[in-house]
């Protein structure tokens, strides 16, 4: 420590002190002054106001008689000047009466901000800046004008207060720092000993030596005080030897306790990784174990649903499929809860039908509903577009784990119905967002608030014997929440125990801006008459044909349906078409059907029945058409109904049309003059063949380009529409294409020579999609190309005749699948190859002999780049051995290949070599299954 005592100045805080004391004193004593002379002149204006009046009377009294006279004006100027003088303060108004109006005679200056009223009447005002006296002029008795006279009241002198605040302040300033001199003096004089020989002894750490405190005067308790605390400081210094013992024995405890604790959180964090890893590892070969059967059945569904089907067997086939995806989401159940925790899940924004997903889940549903005798119900609003973009397969996942649930926890008895409804409708709608509010409803067992309130808890299902009676993971509404937040929407229930629940879901769903909804169905020249003895029915009917301009009379009982039968009358140029509801009580509706028929007011109206029973029945009459009705879905109720309305025979037995039709292509000529040509961009020649024969399928002309040199040089020519391009190829790749398109061709899209550019690619990792959109490409399909989504971007782009056309499919969500397929034991799976190339087995002969041809071409140089050590060749070679088998089925060999692609840099040669023998081994076993199967 310094041995220097400086001088302290312990008065700074009084300094302050003192100076806000003075200045307040400063500042009150300026208020008081002021305050005081304001007062002053407030307190006269009696006086002011007597004054002027006596002034005012002295002036009207000696005012002359005839001053008052028009051609006296100059002297009544004259007096009032002379009465008025110099002062500034006072200011008078001389008025004479003339027709009964105050017509001003003479003046002085006027005073600032005064403005004279001139009313004749005798009258005295006090105002806030000046006093204002009115007297009437009277002659002979008679009123002969008006004398206004005004003074202005005194203000406050400001100069006079500011310089006395200034005054005080400088005196405040000066006395303040005279007595803190003074005060600074007196305490140091008695504290700098003090302060001293404290600092000596600290100093020296003579801890044992005291101070005097009479020494120090005013100050002695605080040397006291200081004694105090050097014995303690003393007394404390005698116990650091064992302190310090103390402290290094606490230290070594401590350190070895952290150890033991590092050790063991080391240890938990291990345990922690390998029940992650063994998590991944059984939840992977859980959804291997679980997806490889289901591919084979998906598969076989798939092909069955290509042959000759009637309608029965091929909604049957729809309900299976639908059921096959449904097992799927147990296991997509807990793989989205897992990246839902980490952070991994996205959602999709693609055009769909909230309509689609919602009559999906309930064909999906329907065999569980009906098993439990639970009633379910459908209804869309439709006014919901068709249009809208969302992810399907998430909000088809929502309800479906909600409308499964609702079944799953609602039963039927003699009392009580179960009834479990899923309805889809609009809370709030503008020209970007349309707000879809989904609802299941069910009248079951309900919960309690305290049920509700742990609901949506992962791993929950409001107690454990729910658990113990319906099974599940109890992750269903936990995901049913997170996905709603990811689409940026809101979940909410409320139940109420025995009564049932409520589940909403309100969703924002962008409108599309890519396609223009037009109507579907146009039944403004149909009289429609429905019936149904169940409210919910007849209120969806009339909803769905109104919305498409129908003329609805609806009846809920038969009494009504009775009374519009005998009045019935419709005009000639509609159609009449009875809608009538037979799934509660099917014969006895059937009945009452055919006794309609033979009724004189029906004789030419048509009758659709909503029949209950899975069987779709044979049309026995020709005015008499059946539908499956359970549960009443929009698509097919309007469907119907048009199918009536056009006549169009109902044979439930006749072979379902198949859902690709080939037509007629335009040559290359015709197309070019139609600007309708496409370009084609691939290195491969298997995969030009097989695209190109999609194409032409489809109805479109193509050229092709073997590299993407080749194509920016055609493109430079023809400036086609359309170009469909492979992302990697020789010389110029597909990002090359696309970069010279958008820079030499025109820069809007509304422009009608502007290039559309689509990806056609092998590569399916996350990602690549982004990358092709943001570099100006307008759509993304992965190969080998499936004809339903080939089909869907031919008619995005370029939507050719529609009489010249193949047949329309609705466009369907793409749903994303890894690189990797799973495959059947087969060499060639026929729902691949079938799904590529049709059904046409001699197209499907025609590239298997491609194939064998390319495919031996590949194998070959294969063998010459293991020889060469040349990986990249290698690499190429199997990225090009990839595409062709999958192109035709040969899953085995597409994954082998893809294998061989994904290792070919990084693996050891000697596994290259084994790699390359397993390809030529599979690729062997394909030729053997061709020859087999198709000579």
């Given at each position: 420590?310094?041995?220097?005592?400086?001088?302290?100045?312990?008065?700074?805080?009084?300094?302050?002190?003192?100076?806000?004391?003075?200045?307040?004193?400063?500042?009150?004593?300026?208020?008081?002054?002021?305050?005081?002379?304001?007062?002053?002149?407030?307190?006269?204006?009696?006086?002011?106001?007597?004054?002027?009046?006596?002034?005012?009377?002295?002036?009207?009294?000696?005012?002359?008689?005839?001053?008052?006279?028009?051609?006296?004006?100059?002297?009544?100027?004259?007096?009032?000047?002379?009465?008025?003088?110099?002062?500034?303060?006072?200011?008078?108004?001389?008025?004479?009466?003339?027709?009964?109006?105050?017509?001003?005679?003479?003046?002085?200056?006027?005073?600032?901000?005064?403005?004279?009223?001139?009313?004749?009447?005798?009258?005295?005002?006090?105002?806030?800046?000046?006093?204002?006296?009115?007297?009437?002029?009277?002659?002979?008795?008679?009123?002969?004008?008006?004398?206004?006279?005004?003074?202005?009241?005194?203000?406050?002198?400001?100069?006079?207060?500011?310089?006395?605040?200034?005054?005080?302040?400088?005196?405040?300033?000066?006395?303040?720092?005279?007595?803190?001199?003074?005060?600074?003096?007196?305490?140091?004089?008695?504290?700098?000993?003090?302060?001293?020989?404290?600092?000596?002894?600290?100093?020296?750490?003579?801890?044992?030596?005291?101070?005097?405190?009479?020494?120090?005067?005013?100050?002695?308790?605080?040397?006291?005080?200081?004694?105090?605390?050097?014995?303690?400081?003393?007394?404390?210094?005698?116990?650091?030897?064992?302190?310090?013992?103390?402290?290094?024995?606490?230290?070594?405890?401590?350190?070895?306790?952290?150890?033991?604790?590092?050790?063991?959180?080391?240890?938990?964090?291990?345990?922690?990784?390998?029940?992650?890893?063994?998590?991944?590892?059984?939840?992977?070969?859980?959804?291997?174990?679980?997806?490889?059967?289901?591919?084979?059945?998906?598969?076989?569904?798939?092909?069955?649903?290509?042959?000759?089907?009637?309608?029965?067997?091929?909604?049957?086939?729809?309900?299976?499929?639908?059921?096959?995806?449904?097992?799927?989401?147990?296991?997509?159940?807990?793989?989205?809860?897992?990246?839902?925790?980490?952070?991994?899940?996205?959602?999709?924004?693609?055009?769909?039908?909230?309509?689609?997903?919602?009559?999906?889940?309930?064909?999906t549903l329907l065999s569980v509903a009906e098993q439990k005798n639970v009633e379910l119900r459908l209804y869309c609003d439709p006014a919901i577009s068709e249009n809208l973009m969302g992810d399907p397969i998430r909000i088809r996942q929502i309800l479906f784990n909600l409308a499964g649930n609702a079944i799953k926890f609602t039963n039927s008895s003699k009392s009580k119905k179960g009834v479990v409804q899923i309805r889809a409708e609009i809370s709030e709608?503008?020209?970007?967002?349309?707000?879809?509010?989904?609802?299941?409803?069910?009248?079951?067992?309900?919960?309690?608030?305290?049920?509700?309130?742990?609901?949506?808890?992962?791993?929950?299902?409001?107690?454990?014997?729910?658990?113990?009676?319906?099974?599940?993971?109890?992750?269903?509404?936990?995901?049913?929440?997170?996905?709603?937040?990811?689409?940026?929407?809101?979940?909410?229930?409320?139940?109420?125990?025995?009564?049932?629940?409520?589940?909403?879901?309100?969703?924002?769903?962008?409108?599309?801006?890519?396609?223009?909804?037009?109507?579907?169905?146009?039944?403004?020249?149909?009289?429609?008459?429905?019936?149904?003895?169940?409210?919910?029915?007849?209120?969806?009917?009339?909803?769905?044909?109104?919305?498409?301009?129908?003329?609805?009379?609806?009846?809920?009982?038969?009494?009504?349906?009775?009374?519009?039968?005998?009045?019935?009358?419709?005009?000639?140029?509609?159609?009449?078409?009875?809608?009538?509801?037979?799934?509660?009580?099917?014969?006895?509706?059937?009945?009452?059907?055919?006794?309609?028929?033979?009724?004189?007011?029906?004789?030419?109206?048509?009758?659709?029945?909503?029949?209950?029973?899975?069987?779709?029945?044979?049309?026995?009459?020709?005015?008499?058409?059946?539908?499956?009705?359970?549960?009443?879905?929009?698509?097919?109720?309007?469907?119907?109904?048009?199918?009536?309305?056009?006549?169009?025979?109902?044979?439930?037995?006749?072979?379902?049309?198949?859902?690709?039709?080939?037509?007629?292509?335009?040559?290359?000529?015709?197309?070019?003059?139609?600007?309708?040509?496409?370009?084609?961009?691939?290195?491969?020649?298997?995969?030009?063949?097989?695209?190109?024969?999609?194409?032409?399928?489809?109805?479109?002309?193509?050229?092709?380009?073997?590299?993407?040199?080749?194509?920016?040089?055609?493109?430079?020519?023809?400036?086609?529409?359309?170009?469909?391009?492979?992302?990697?190829?020789?010389?110029?790749?597909?990002?090359?294409?696309?970069?010279?398109?958008?820079?030499?061709?025109?820069?809007?899209?509304?422009?009608?020579?502007?290039?559309?550019?689509?990806?056609?690619?092998?590569?399916?990792?996350?990602?690549?999609?982004?990358?092709?959109?943001?570099?100006?490409?307008?759509?993304?399909?992965?190969?080998?190309?499936?004809?339903?989504?080939?089909?869907?971007?031919?008619?995005?782009?370029?939507?050719?005749?529609?009489?010249?056309?193949?047949?329309?499919?609705?466009?369907?969500?793409?749903?994303?699948?890894?690189?990797?397929?799973?495959?059947?034991?087969?060499?060639?799976?026929?729902?691949?190859?079938?799904?590529?190339?049709?059904?046409?087995?001699?197209?499907?002969?025609?590239?298997?002999?491609?194939?064998?041809?390319?495919?031996?071409?590949?194998?070959?140089?294969?063998?010459?780049?293991?020889?060469?050590?040349?990986?990249?060749?290698?690499?190429?070679?199997?990225?090009?051995?990839?595409?062709?088998?999958?192109?035709?089925?040969?899953?085995?060999?597409?994954?082998?290949?893809?294998?061989l692609e994904e290792v070919a840099h990084t693996a050891d040669s000697a596994d290259i070599g084994l790699l390359v023998i397993k390809i030529q081994q599979q690729f062997n076993d394909v030729i053997n299954y061709v020859n087999s199967e198709y000579k």
């Amino acid at each position: 420590m310094d041995n220097k005592i400086k001088k302290l100045k312990f008065v700074k805080i009084a300094h302050v002190v003192l100076i806000w004391f003075v200045l307040f004193g400063c500042l009150a004593a300026m208020a008081g002054i002021g305050g005081l002379y304001t007062f002053s002149q407030w307190l006269k204006p009696d006086q002011l106001t007597t004054d002027l009046q006596k002034h005012v009377n002295s002036i009207a009294k000696g005012m002359p008689d005839n001053i008052m006279d028009i051609e006296n004006q100059t002297a009544a100027q004259f007096y009032i000047d002379a009465i008025h003088g110099e002062s500034k303060n006072k200011a008078f108004f001389l008025y004479r009466l003339e027709g009964g109006q105050l017509i001003k005679q003479a003046s002085t200056s006027q005073l600032k901000g005064y403005i004279p009223s001139p009313i004749l009447a005798n009258h005295v005002s006090d105002l806030n800046s000046w006093v204002e006296i009115r007297k009437i002029i009277t002659v002979n008795g008679e009123e002969t004008g008006l004398l206004i006279g005004t003074m202005l009241k005194q203000k406050a002198d400001v100069s006079f207060i500011f310089s006395l605040f200034l005054i005080s302040l400088i005196g405040a300033i000066v006395l303040t720092r005279l007595l803190i001199s003074l005060f600074n003096q007196n305490v140091n004089k008695n504290t700098m000993p003090l302060m001293a020989e404290t600092n000596l002894i600290l100093n020296k750490e003579k801890f044992d030596k005291r101070l005097a405190p009479k020494r120090f005067g005013p100050f002695a308790m605080l040397a006291a005080t200081i004694n105090s605390l050097l014995k303690k400081v003393d007394g404390l210094r005698a116990d650091n030897s064992e302190l310090d013992l103390a402290n290094d024995k606490l230290a070594q405890d401590m350190e070895s306790k952290i150890n033991e604790r590092t050790n063991a959180l080391r240890m938990a964090m291990e345990e922690a990784e390998q029940a992650n890893e063994s998590k991944s590892t059984f939840l992977a070969t859980m959804s291997h174990e679980i997806r490889t059967p289901m591919n084979g059945i998906i598969g076989s569904i798939d092909l069955l649903r290509r042959s000759t089907l009637n309608q029965n067997q091929f909604r049957l086939s729809d309900t299976i499929r639908e059921s096959a995806f449904s097992l799927l989401r147990i296991i997509d159940d807990i793989l989205d809860f897992s990246k839902i925790e980490a952070g991994k899940l996205e959602v999709e924004s693609i055009p769909m039908s909230i309509n689609d997903i919602l009559e999906a889940v309930g064909r999906t549903l329907l065999s569980v509903a009906e098993q439990k005798n639970v009633e379910l119900r459908l209804y869309c609003d439709p006014a919901i577009s068709e249009n809208l973009m969302g992810d399907p397969i998430r909000i088809r996942q929502i309800l479906f784990n909600l409308a499964g649930n609702a079944i799953k926890f609602t039963n039927s008895s003699k009392s009580k119905k179960g009834v479990v409804q899923i309805r889809a409708e609009i809370s709030e709608k503008n020209l970007e967002f349309t707000n879809v509010v989904l609802r299941v409803i069910d009248n079951g067992k309900g919960m309690t608030d305290r049920q509700v309130n742990y609901v949506f808890q992962p791993f929950n299902q409001a107690e454990g014997s729910v658990t113990r009676q319906f099974g599940g993971t109890g992750l269903g509404l936990t995901i049913c929440q997170r996905l709603t937040d990811l689409m940026y929407g809101h979940i909410d229930v409320k139940s109420e125990l025995g009564e049932g629940s409520e589940f909403t879901v309100s969703l924002p769903l962008r409108s599309s801006v890519d396609t223009q909804q037009t109507p579907k169905h146009e039944f403004s020249e149909l009289d429609l008459v429905c019936f149904s003895s169940d409210y919910h029915n007849i209120a969806a009917m009339e909803s769905y044909v109104k919305h498409y301009n129908a003329n609805v009379t609806a009846c809920h009982t038969a009494e009504a349906l009775k009374q519009v039968t005998e009045h019935y009358r419709f005009e000639q140029s509609h159609q009449s078409i009875w809608v009538i509801d037979a799934t509660i009580q099917h014969d006895d509706t059937v009945n009452l059907v055919y006794d309609l028929l033979e009724h004189p007011n029906l004789l030419n109206t048509r009758f659709l029945v909503l029949s209950s029973t899975m069987d779709n029945q044979v049309q026995e009459h020709d005015r008499v058409w059946y539908m499956h009705a359970t549960p009443l879905c929009r698509s097919n109720l309007l469907e119907l109904i048009q199918d009536v309305a056009d006549n169009k025979k109902h044979d439930p037995s006749a072979p379902k049309e198949s859902n690709v039709k080939s037509v007629a292509a335009m040559t290359i000529d015709e197309a070019r003059k139609k600007n309708q040509l496409v370009l084609l961009a691939e290195d491969n020649a298997m995969n030009q063949r097989v695209i190109s024969e999609q194409l032409n399928m489809l109805g479109y002309a193509v050229e092709v380009a073997n590299d993407g040199q080749e194509a920016i040089e055609l493109w430079r020519e023809h400036k086609y529409p359309l170009v469909l391009t492979d992302l990697h190829m020789p010389h110029k790749s597909g990002y090359d294409v696309v970069k010279t398109i958008r820079e030499e061709g025109p820069n809007g899209s509304d422009n009608e020579n502007f290039t559309r550019v689509v990806a056609i690619t092998a590569n399916a990792l996350k990602g690549e999609e982004q990358k092709c959109i943001s570099l100006g490409m307008d759509g993304y399909l992965t190969k080998p190309l499936e004809l339903n989504d080939l089909e869907v971007v031919m008619k995005k782009w370029l939507n050719i005749d529609n009489n010249e056309a193949a047949s329309s499919l609705k466009e369907v969500s793409r749903t994303k699948v890894t690189e990797t397929i799973p495959s059947s034991g087969e060499p060639i799976q026929q729902s691949v190859l079938v799904s590529y190339l049709g059904n046409d087995k001699e197209r499907h002969v025609k590239y298997l002999d491609m194939f064998k041809a390319r495919g031996n071409e590949l194998i070959d140089k294969m063998n010459i780049s293991v020889e060469h050590t040349d990986r990249e060749n290698l690499k190429n070679l199997a990225h090009q051995f990839k595409s062709m088998s999958k192109s035709v089925g040969a899953m085995p060999l597409f994954n082998s290949a893809f294998e061989l692609e994904e290792v070919a840099h990084t693996a050891d040669s000697a596994d290259i070599g084994l790699l390359v023998i397993k390809i030529q081994q599979q690729f062997n076993d394909v030729i053997n299954y061709v020859n087999s199967e198709y000579k």
